[in-house]
């Protein structure tokens, strides 16, 4: 069965600091990684999207991808309080053009 | 503005009763989803249309029901099958264009049943 698999948190982190998200996926085959933030009560957002090996950057995010040891991250530089939220971590099924398996999310807390 | 609307965005549902969601894309994607969100859990995917007529169950199909009329719009129907509606529904849109499949969200319907 596909997975993906988040730590739930909440994670607590000072503010200012850099908040590190970690994900792990079961199919080797995946090829497209999402991250989306989720605030309490909202739907989720798109934060970024990855598909090759290394880091990817926009602002104060960076979302680093390791295919051969099958996990995605998500750094937050300069966290800030309204960074606090669930960040949801998702994948593309190899094979398929519309289907992505979600992890459950971690709640990031940013603590001033 | 373009976007996904969905409506209400509250709803209560009585015992037996069937109730229709509503989604609306105005960004000209093909795809539409729609995901069933509970507490603390992954988003998990109830139907998926690619194009115009044509759906596809999910993970999660039971007690639901969809169309798909229009390119913009995808309402879904929880049915009195559905014996544990009540959670967050949200709906989604892709391009499937590129084939990065990025989807963006409405803001989600709350159900609730009485």
């Known amino acids: 069965q596909k997975e993906v698999e988040q730590n739930s948190g909440p994670l607590s982190v000072p503010e200012g600091a850099i908040a590190s998200l970690n994900c792990t996926y079961s199919?080797?085959?995946?090829?497209?990684f999402f991250w989306y933030r989720q605030y309490s009560g909202k739907s989720p957002e798109l934060i970024m999207f990855?598909?090759s090996n290394g880091d990817k950057e926009d602002g104060r995010f960076t979302a680093q991808l390791n295919k051969a040891s099958q996990y995605v991250s998500l750094l937050i530089r300069d966290s800030q309080p309204s960074d606090s939220a669930t960040y949801l971590c998702?994948?593309?099924?190899?094979?398929?053009?519309?289907?992505?398996?979600w992890g459950a999310g971690t709640k990031l807390i940013i603590k001033p | 503005d373009g976007g996904i609307t969905q409506s209400p965005k509250y709803l209560f549902r009585k015992e037996g009763q069937n109730v229709t969601l509503s989604c609306e894309q105005n960004?000209?994607?093909?795809?539409m989803y729609w995901y069933r969100q509970d507490p603390g859990q992954g988003l998990r995917l109830i139907y998926y249309?690619?194009?115009?007529?044509?759906?596809q169950k999910g993970d999660i199909a039971e007690g639901y029901s969809v169309s798909r009329e229009k390119k913009e719009s995808f309402p879904l129907t929880v049915t009195s099958a559905q014996k544990n509606p009540t959670a967050f529904y949200l709906c989604?849109?892709?391009?499937?264009?590129?084939?990065?499949?990025?989807?963006?969200f409405g803001p989600g319907t709350r159900l609730t049943v009485l």
């Open positions: 989604a849109s892709s391009s499937l264009v590129g084939g990065y499949n990025e989807q963006f």
């Open positions: 960004l000209n994607h093909d795809a």
């Open positions: 249309s690619q194009i115009v007529n044509d759906f």
């Open positions: 199919d080797r085959g995946s090829q497209s």
């Open positions: 990855i598909y």
């Open positions: 998702a994948v593309k099924a190899p094979g398929s053009n519309y289907q992505l398996i």
